[in-house]
């Protein structure tokens, strides 16, 4: 049913699957319909025009009937060219599948027999296997699947070899598995949608291979039709009759073009990385849907998030990812933003500059101000040129984000070029400065390495360069030292403390760890299921928790060498964020809670500087008032 829906969302592939369903139901019903015989000849009545009495569409050079040649080779056309193509995909998947799971001399055996059958220009080769086996409609049939055999080989043979080396593969051959048992039960499940695919999007080839051969004479034989045929023997009437080619060519037209915009709605609704958003690409900026005019003018920090609203449309589900969120950057100043995986720390990060996808991210409420601009709902051009020039990102994966065909130096200096004009020469120099400054040994070879080569600290090195290239105002670092070791972690971290206090940076710091808070961060603003649930200093937040999230959060790090309390663990599960009950998130895991914290929103009570929504908080903590 969720594929159907996601189909139907392509209007493309919508509009080709109902043309094409109403071409299958027709051929379906061609036996039953009132239609004359379509090989029975009337030279009295050849090439009579469409329209004409008792021939709808006209006859041709031998006095048939076009419509009803037309149906029965429109049946015809649709039976060869499903027919090879699941021939095809059958027997080359299945090549694939072995060729790719086995490897070595067994890949080696039979792909090079698919590659001297891939050097031969397919039509050539059909030609030749029908030149073989003789003329005749089930000849082409077998020439055009054997054609299109390597086709599906080498696609599932590649999966396949990414396939065989995962993990759950090794534990089904450690579990006593046998290769056919593997093979089916294991590997089979996760080509077929990619044979799907393929097929969707190769039916239509088919189609026009099988007319092309009919077309030659060398498919379908009189008196039997198919729309090839019926094209070969109008081509000598084309000036004078036009209308016995245009016809079977129409419906030629209309079959694979049907199928092709069906093949490609079928490959992006089986695609499960679309299932959560539309089948389009994302916009460059994040949908603005804002139900209530933007907040007034900003605040006293270089960066001020004002009640931030972002969501996201899956169907009829909306997501609320970030709701009411406040949050201010003064120069210099380093702010975590801490929570369990899912609070919506990155989110909001990313709804800073607009890079939550849309479809299906929306930003609804809320603004962000930045140089005394509201950066919500601003145009893409004026993003365009705040990322990565006043406003930098470093993302968690520094290897999924760096080009991994691209030398560090080069991605710096574009880094650079796209935002500033400068020399080549010059961006070389800086490129080598910038990797310096981030303590990159031998800066100057290391400019021609590519990110592969390096380890996972220097690439995140890289990443930190990069975000400095054009000294922006402010840093987006999202959990930028989650995949490092504690040693390079603690590099990293010493490394962005000294930058931003040399270069005044501000720095807004998302992370799961309190140790990297404590380390690097002036305040912290602590995320619960979408919300701010606390903020405050470093110092305060860490030695007098207010909110019971942050108390028990904190209760999760392992105190080392001590030994003195039992490692905790917060019960339950954070919410689904697009099933918020109406009181606090929070308190059905919540120790304290009670009736009045499950009636109604709880606000985050302020004193300026030290913030808490929590109806009752920890009792050693200093009262804050609204």
């Not at 808070?517 to 619960?528: E, G, I, K, N, S």
């Amino acid at each position: 049913m969720q594929f159907l829906k996601l189909l139907a969302r392509n209007q493309l592939a919508l509009m080709g699957g109902i043309v094409l369903s109403l071409v299958v139901i027709v051929s379906v019903l061609t036996p039953v319909l009132p239609l004359l015989p379509p090989d029975v000849t009337n030279t009295a009545d050849r090439f009579m025009p469409p329209f004409s009495e008792g021939h709808l569409l006209g006859t041709d050079h031998l006095g048939r009937d076009l419509l009803s040649r037309l149906l029965w080779g429109t049946r015809l056309s649709l039976a060869v060219g499903f027919a090879a193509a699941v021939a095809a995909a059958v027997i080359g998947s299945a090549i694939g599948i072995v060729a790719g799971y086995f490897g070595g001399r067994t890949d080696n055996v039979i792909m090079r027999l698919v590659d001297m059958l891939m050097a031969f220009p397919y039509i050539l080769l059909a030609l030749a296997i029908v030149a073989a086996l003789g003329p005749g409609l089930l000849n082409a049939l077998i020439a055009v699947a054997a054609v299109n055999v390597p086709f599906f080989a080498r696609n599932i043979r590649g999966i396949t070899v990414g396939i065989a080396h995962k993990e759950f593969v090794d534990a089904a051959k450690l579990a006593g598995m046998g290769h056919g048992r593997i093979l089916v039960s294991e590997i089979l499940p996760n080509v077929v949608p990619v044979i799907v695919i393929a097929m969707s999007t190769t039916i239509g080839w088919m189609i026009l291979e099988t007319a092309g051969l009919s077309f030659l004479g060398l498919g379908s034989q009189p008196p039997q039709a198919d729309l090839g045929s019926m094209l070969g023997e109008a081509r000598s009437a084309l000036i004078t009759n036009p209308h016995t080619s245009v016809v079977p060519g129409i419906m030629i037209f209309l079959i694979v073009m049907s199928i092709n915009l069906l093949g490609d709605g079928v490959r992006d609704a089986l695609d499960p990385r679309l299932r959560s958003g539309a089948l389009t690409r994302p916009r460059p900026a994040t949908m603005v849907a804002r139900k209530d005019a933007p907040p007034n003018g900003p605040g006293r920090g270089v960066l001020d998030v004002v009640d931030l609203e972002t969501q996201f449309h899956v169907g009829k589900r909306v997501y609320r990812a970030v709701n009411q969120v406040n949050l201010t950057i003064a120069p210099g100043e380093c702010l975590g933003v801490i929570g369990e995986s899912g609070s919506g720390k990155s989110v909001t990060a990313l709804s800073v500059m607009g890079l939550v996808a849309s479809p299906p991210g929306v930003i609804t409420g809320g603004a962000v101000f930045h140089g005394g601009q509201d950066l919500v709902g601003a145009r893409y051009e004026t993003l365009r040129k705040l990322r990565g020039d006043k406003v930098a990102y470093i993302f968690q994966d520094p290897l999924a984000t760096l080009h991994p065909l691209m030398k560090v130096g080069d991605q710096l200096a574009e880094a650079i070029s796209v935002h500033h004009k400068v020399g080549r020469t010059e961006l070389r120099k800086r490129a080598i400065e910038l990797l310096r400054s981030v303590r990159i040994p031998n800066p100057e070879s290391r400019a021609d390495s590519y990110p592969h080569e390096m380890s996972g600290g220097m690439r995140q090195r890289v990443a930190i360069a990069m975000a400095l290239a054009n000294e922006p105002e402010v840093i987006i670092a999202d959990e930028p030292t989650t995949a490092l070791d504690v040693t390079v972690q603690a590099q990293v971290l010493s490394l962005l403390d000294d930058l931003r206090r040399e270069r005044g940076v501000a720095i807004l710091f998302i992370t799961h760890d309190f140790g990297v808070v404590a380390q690097l961060c002036d305040r912290v603003a602590v995320m619960y299921a979408g919300r701010i649930v606390e903020e405050g200093t470093t110092d305060e937040i860490l030695d007098r928790p207010a909110h019971p999230y942050t108390k028990r959060l904190m209760e999760c790090v392992p105190e080392l060498g001590e030994g003195r309390r039992e490692l905790a663990a917060i019960p339950g599960l954070p919410p689904a964020v697009d099933k918020l009950p109406p009181g606090c998130a929070f308190a059905p895991r919540c120790h304290k809670a009670r009736e009045e914290c499950q009636a109604a929103p709880v606000e985050l009570k302020t004193d300026g500087t030290r913030g808490v929504r929590c109806l009752f908080p920890e009792a050693d903590v200093v009262e804050v008032t609204a």
